[in-house]
């Protein structure tokens, strides 16, 4: 078995959607039976992703979550905790943790306060990091997305980090919404040295993405859509039927384009309540809101129309 | 002595600059020096403020240096500590801590990850964060600073949080560097209820907002250049000598329009390991970058020219 930083993570994975109780606590227990759920159907775990509300989580609770799961008995080589935050003594001692418990990658933000940093100063975020982490096992995911952060991960500040920590630099999540931008990511850097997974931000690409190279997808709407985009994946990655692909590329995109067009945190919590028949799965922290009854009904009418059911959860 | 919400602060602060040592770690010697300097120079201190690269120390770093300050016999109440953080139960424990020691204030940026939040939704953030602060004596003053933040701020916004929680809703830092939104803050608010005080983020401005109503100024040059924006605010607020204002004010303004043109916090650093001969004064926490030797020699030749001169420190 390779050393950890040397796997490349593939595969569907969801952005965990963090459930909250009225007072706007954590409510852990659901959220270690949502992380089961969504393990059950095939997903990998991205927790503490932009759909997690992961700005809203202290550095505590997402500590205690990621205890709580490995507690549970989550395999943590599903996990891809994000780990991205503005100060490098927090992302360190979020990566450190995430290390000690077994995670095969985190997902790392650049620093999103100041605007317009320079390559240099990029560079020197990631590198710290890197180094005051000072663990071989580290595979660092990059994680690419400019419409929330405000700061892009370009393809010279990733060349020059693979040249720098070629087995650290593991991958990228391209949450640019721009097929472009997420080709030449594929293009220009899959194949690179040990491999370097590329994972766009919407199952909507992924009869594109997947022959070209990219690992999988770190979608939010695998947090209600699992299993059919697993099973997508699944025939994309065996070369499979071209008309079954097709079919299930359909699929998917209409589930996503449902909630494409709405707020989609609290689209999914409201979906999640419904199906699960656990209001407290609405909420949200601020500055988020939860969906009001006509939002909710309107969207579970579209979701009707299109014959979609969320899968049920064991018991 | 009314209860401390009901305290207005005014005067000039100092977004006071946060010194480390070689490994990036705090320099929390040079930080209470640098502070007790400001204060003996008639600066209040709103430490971890954006030029203090908040973002970039953690949660803890804040607490330990504020004890730190407190330890050392800095006044806690010439103290206004930045406690936004996006995650509210950190920003409830800032806050919480603020109180504890004595700050009179806090200053609470936006939540800042998620873009374009609805009024409602900020507002539930700061109310949120009042109720579980649940402290009579809190006085909290609202951060607005779009270009770094991307959240506004807006007149609605604290129109609605004044009726709601008018005692503890107690001013603005406009870092906006709009003069039409100052004014419009100082004319709207500044005499509301208990006062609201509404402090520009340039000394720049300080012949115009202090007749107005202002209560003084949060800027970053106050770092290097306290004693004369102290003497300019001192001369207003007294409605001193009409030519002596004039020349003060062309005096700061002379000063503050060298740093206005470079990246402020690196080139004030540069100028404080200069005048202090301390070369870790140099160091920023990336993303920033420090001045580099060249830049230094330009800065020092423009402000020697002007004849500025960092006032010394006491033994």
Redesign the interface.
Known sequence: MPASNLIRLRGPYAPVLTPFKAD?CIDTGRFVEHCRWLESQGMGLAIFG?NSEA???????RIELTEALVAAGVDPMKLMPGAGL?????AV?LTRHALSIGAPGVLVL??????T??E???F??Y??LVEQVGDARLALYLYHFP??S??PITVALIERLLKRYPDTIAGLKDSSGDWDNTRTMIERFASHGQGFSVFPSSESTMTRAIPLGAAGCISATNNVNPARVRALFDLLDAKGDASEIESLQRDVDAVRSIFQRLPMIAAMKSTLARARDARGWNIV?????SFDESAARDLDAQLARIGFELAPQQA
Chains 1, 2 share one sequence.
């Open positions: 706007l932009t700005a809203s989580v202290s550095l505590d609770e503005c100060a490098i003594p927090e001692r650049p620093p999103y306060y100041f605007k940093p320079s240099d100063g990029l020197a975020y590198s710290e419409q929330m405000q700061v922290r601020p500055p988020l809101q």
